[in-house]
């Protein structure tokens, strides 16, 4: 698969299964308008499923991202910024302007974590489409690489050099205006607003003409934050709440509430031409 960034520890599992124990493939169906890749619920090999060893491997893959999530949380807390990834309701609200655009995108993630809206990109992923997926922590990156990048669904983008795994740090991506959509999973309302600024400055100039940012934020998190906060962490979130107030204000053109999602969240959706 091709990388930019340290090589990553080989071996492990090769699964292929839903985050949230939801049939992915039946529910795509009704809703992506692009291209829809069928998903083997089994090993990702051979599509065996039902059967008590290959719910117990799905199980104990699903136990240990959730594992590995938190833990890299108690290490990093202000990085990652959640204790659990995100639903499958938010990976499909999140993806919504792709899906519904139609024509061959290039497509950046950023913030990917354990998967769980890479894993839902696998499955609108149209032939023509290019996917560049960032990670910052190597354990999260090795988790994409050996079992979200290794399903079904992208093996012919991986094959043809149209999906990559950045174990960078997005900034650090060349900003080339190419991306027609980015989708952001960065815990902004946790980071110091410079970084913030440096985050939404890179995302501006690698968007392309007209391309959309695609964000999440937990609802009510910036309000309850900045009333409970005291001292330079409080100024450190108004500063922050003011800079994306104004950005929302001024860019979204689109957002959705998601309740189905651990806590419930904003997912925005920004356009800066
Ligand atoms: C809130 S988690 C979201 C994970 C996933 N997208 C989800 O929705 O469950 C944020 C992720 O961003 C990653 N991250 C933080 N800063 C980053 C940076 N500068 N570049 C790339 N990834 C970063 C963290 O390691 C973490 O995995």
């Known amino acids: 698969m091709p990388q930019i960034g340290r090589r990553p520890r080989r071996g492990g599992v090769w699964l292929t299964y839903d985050y949230n124990g939801f049939d992915m493939a039946a529910h795509t169906n009704g809703h992506a308008k692009r291209h829809r890749h069928s998903l083997k619920q089994g090993d990702g090999r051979n599509g065996e499923s039902g059967n008590g060893v290959a719910v117990a491997a799905k199980l104990k893959t699903a136990i240990g991202h959730r594992w590995e999530f938190l833990t890299n949380y108690l290490r990093h807390p202000t990085r990652v910024g959640a204790i659990a990834p995100s639903s499958q309701a938010l990976a499909e609200a999140i993806t919504e302007p792709y899906r519904n655009h139609g024509k061959p995108s290039k497509v950046l993630e950023i913030g990917a974590g354990t998967g769980p809206v890479t894993r839902y990109l696998g499955t609108v992923f149209g032939p023509k489409d290019r996917l560049d997926v960032c990670e910052i922590s190597s354990e999260l990156s090795d988790i994409l690489e050996r079992d979200v990048l290794t399903a079904p669904s992208f093996a012919r983008g991986i094959a043809e050099g149209?999906?990559?795994?950045?174990?960078?740090?997005?900034?650090?991506?060349?900003?080339?205006?190419?991306?027609?959509f980015i989708i952001c999973g960065l815990p902004l309302t946790a980071f110091p607003l410079q970084d913030v600024k440096d985050v939404f400055a890179f995302i501006r100039k690698a968007l392309a003409p007209d391309?959309?940012?695609?964000?999440?934020?937990?609802?009510?998190?910036?309000?309850?934050?900045?009333?409970?906060?005291?001292?330079?962490?409080?100024?450190?979130?108004?500063?922050?709440?003011?800079?994306l107030s104004r950005n929302i204000r001024e860019h979204q053109f689109d957002r959705r509430s998601i309740y189905q999602n651990l806590p419930p969240a904003h997912v925005r959706h920004l356009r800066f031409d």
């Open 162 to 180: 149209r999906v990559r795994l950045l174990r960078v740090p997005a900034q650090q991506i060349p900003a080339d205006q190419s991306y027609d």
């Open 211 to 243: 391309g959309v940012m695609s964000y999440f934020e937990y609802i009510g998190f910036r309000r309850t934050s900045r009333a409970l906060a005291l001292g330079r962490r409080r100024d450190r979130i108004r500063e922050v709440h003011a800079y």
